[in-house]
Each structure stands twice: as C-alpha cells, then as structure tokens.
C-alpha cells in the first residue's frame, strides 16, 4: 500500500519559515517527480512547486519563487519544500505528490499518489 506522509506544517508568523517532509512507503520516489500543491479554504487546489527524477529541474508558482525550495533525498524517500519569508495568503494545507513518470509538471492531473496534506497557518 502507497502511503504519502506530510510533516513540519503549523503555526508560524508571518515573514517565519517552515519545512515541510513528505515520506513514503510502498514507494519509491527514485525516478518520480514528486510535486508540492496547496489549497486553502474555500479555493481550488493550486501548484506551488515540482522537481523532477534526477532533482535537475524545479518549477515553482510565481506566487512562491524566491521564497520556497524545493528538495529532493531519494536516500531518505523524502522531498521537501522549504518555505521562507512566509505570508498571510501562504496559509493552506499542502500536499505532497508522486508521479510514475519523471518529468515535472504543474497539472495536480497529472500525479498518481498523494499525502493526507499538512496545515499551514500564518498570522500577522
């Protein structure tokens, strides 16, 4: 069984940081890009990053470029987005996500697996 698993999210103020993990099992991220999409309340899911097999190519929303990376340890199963300078309209649940095939992409589509998401909040 494939399982997606988000951490690091919470509470923080505006302008703070955050890093968001996303482990799996029953999967391996080796060859996959993995991508980070958010949603906040009452909005649609929206791309915020992607990286693709090899980690050599990123891709980010223009909202968050400059402000969050993203990572990937293929060792560990793991990628992650680090997120700094954080703002009000940061606040979402983020969610992780895996594709079979290597090439990043910024259509939540075109993704097989996906994590239980992880809150983010940030105050003034």
């Known amino acids: 069984q494939v399982q997606l698993v988000e951490s690091g999210g919470g509470l923080v103020q505006a302008g703070g940081s955050l890093r968001l993990s996303c482990a799996a099992s029953?999967?391996?991220?080796?060859?996959?890009?993995l991508g980070w999409f958010r949603q906040a309340s009452g909005k649609e899911r929206e791309f915020v990053s992607a990286?693709?097999?090899?980690?050599?190519?990123?891709d980010y929303a223009d909202s968050v470029k400059g402000r969050f990376t993203i990572s990937r340890d293929n060792t560990k199963n793991t990628v992650y987005l680090q997120m700094n300078s954080l703002k009000l309209e940061d606040t979402a649940v983020y969610y992780c996500?895996?594709?079979?095939?290597?090439?990043?992409?910024?259509?939540?589509?075109?993704?097989?697996?996906w994590g239980q998401g992880t809150q983010v909040t940030v105050s003034s």
């Open positions: 990286v693709n097999w090899s980690g050599g190519s990123t």
């Open positions: 029953g999967l391996t991220f080796r060859g996959r890009a």
């Open positions: 996500a895996a594709r079979l095939g290597g090439v990043d992409s910024n259509r939540w589509s075109a993704y097989d697996f």
